[in-house]
Nanobody, 123 residues
């Protein structure tokens, strides 16, 4: 079992930045690929970014490429999402998730999910 707790969400103006954190407890954190997903009101949950178990491979959705950076610190059992140049369309609840695979853009391959942290970007 892995427990995931996100933090760092909030209200920010367009063009601003936020850093989300996801702290993991339970089984060895470095055994999991970690992903970030988001769900905007009235929309399906969508993939944002993923990082491999070692952190060597990272992948982003086109909508956030160049603005968001995913990273992880396996010593601290934490994955981060640095979000810069935020846009109103980034408004959503952001979830981190863990998979036994190196990583995936598909939510169905993630076994463990956090409760989410809300990000609101005002125009």
């Amino acid at each position: 079992q892995v427990q995931l707790v996100e933090s760092g969400g909030g209200l920010v103006q367009a063009g601003g930045s936020l850093r989300l954190s996801c702290a993991a407890s339970g089984r060895a954190f470095s055994s999991y690929g970690m992903g970030w997903f988001r769900q905007a009101p009235g929309k399906e949950r969508e993939f944002v970014s993923v990082i491999s178990k070692s952190g060597a491979v990272r992948y982003y959705a086109d909508s956030v490429k160049g603005r968001f950076t995913i990273s992880r610190d396996n010593a601290k059992n934490t994955v981060y999402l640095q979000m810069n140049s935020l846009k109103p369309e980034d408004t959503a609840v952001y979830y981190c998730a863990a998979t036994g695979f190196q990583g995936s853009t598909s939510a169905t391959l993630y076994e463990y999910w956090g409760q989410g942290t809300r990000v609101t970007v005002s125009s």
